[in-house]
């Protein structure tokens, strides 16, 4: 039987890079992780240390991960979307090749990536936008796939199935660009998870299912159709442990990497102040498929 592929959101630290974050996912007991290569709100990144990969990557072999089933996330200030401003336009262009040549360098094979917002832009034209965006940057020579990943429909964030269908159809080198589901994303921009079996079949239907790269597995703080964009832990939020459960372990998935979002949890209930990562004891309950209802207190007892 194919083992599940696990993992969360981890860190990458200038002096430990990829090494540290392999190390990260091994405590949460994850045998797949998903980092940023540098901030997600900035474009501050340290160059990629090749000593520090190829000490990452005898550690993943070691530890039971294999590099091709680990992700990247673009920074969320990448925004292919709006052309407004010719000099943004240019940096999130310049940026995306950037962070495609970091993955390429590191040996990741997936770079997620928000499609973007086109803000005072119609959808029609934010959509094309990000259609010759990535005509640009993208070549039929790189390995790394980017995947438009499906969004909440914030604002006028682009990314439900039809934009993701339209995107898909017209860009030059189809092969090279996939998706990857949010659960969180999904629910809030409206589909109905509880009944996945039929989203499967629209999405297969409208993009294929084969187009299908990686997962985002986080619970929702919010009602179904909010547009809200608000992670919640895993089995606490109004999709639900049941649901998710469904998910993590469809057949259709089998294989993909299913990568924990969620947020961290604060060190007691009456702080709003996020501390503690819940990745360990999320994980723990999805491998055992039993939902624990004390989840965020045996968190919080780990760092007492």
Do not use: W
């Not at 474009?43 to 089933?69: C, V, W």
């Not at 640009?136 to 990314?159: D, F, H, N, R, Y």
């Not at 949890?265 to 996020?274: A, G, L, N, P, T």
């Amino acid at each position: 039987m194919e083992e599940l592929l696990i993992g969360s959101h981890v860190s990458f630290k200038k002096d430990t890079q990829l090494l540290g974050s392999a190390q990260e996912a091994v405590l949460y007991g994850a045998n797949t992780f998903m980092f940023y290569t540098g901030a997600p709100q900035n474009t501050a990144r340290s160059k990629i240390d090749d000593h520090l990969t190829a000490e990452a990557y005898t550690f993943m072999n070691t530890h039971g991960i294999n590099p091709q089933d680990v992700v990247v996330h673009a920074p969320y200030i990448i925004n292919l979307a709006n052309n407004a401003n010719p000099s943004n336009r240019r940096f999130a262009i310049e940026f995306l090749g950037q962070e495609i040549d970091r993955c390429e360098q590191l040996g990741i094979p997936r770079l997620i990536l928000h499609p973007g917002s086109a803000v005072k832009l119609t959808k029609e034209e934010g959509i094309q936008n990000i259609i010759d965006g990535l005509n640009t940057v993208i070549s039929p020579e790189q390995a790394v796939i980017v995947c438009l990943e499906t969004m909440a429909g914030k604002g006028t964030e682009i990314g439900n199935l039809d934009d993701l269908a339209t995107i898909l159809k017209a860009v030059k080198y189809p092969e090279h660009v996939m998706v990857c589901l949010d659960t969180c994303h999904l629910h809030d921009a409206g589909y109905d998870l509880t009944a996945f079996d039929d989203f499967l079949a629209e999405f297969d239907q409208k993009i294929g299912l084969d187009k299908i790269a990686c997962v985002h597995i986080n619970d929702s703080k919010n009602e179904r159709g909010s547009h809200k964009d608000r992670h919640e832990n895993f089995g606490l939020g109004y999709l639900g442990f049941d649901t998710l459960i469904n998910i993590v372990t469809h057949p259709v998935l089998k294989g993909l990497p299913k990568i924990l979002e969620t947020p961290y949890v604060s060190k007691d209930e009456q702080s709003k102040e996020r501390v503690y990562p819940p990745y360990r004891h999320e994980i723990t309950m999805i491998k055992s498929k039993q939902f624990d209802p004390a989840l965020l207190s045996h968190i919080r007892q780990d760092y007492k």
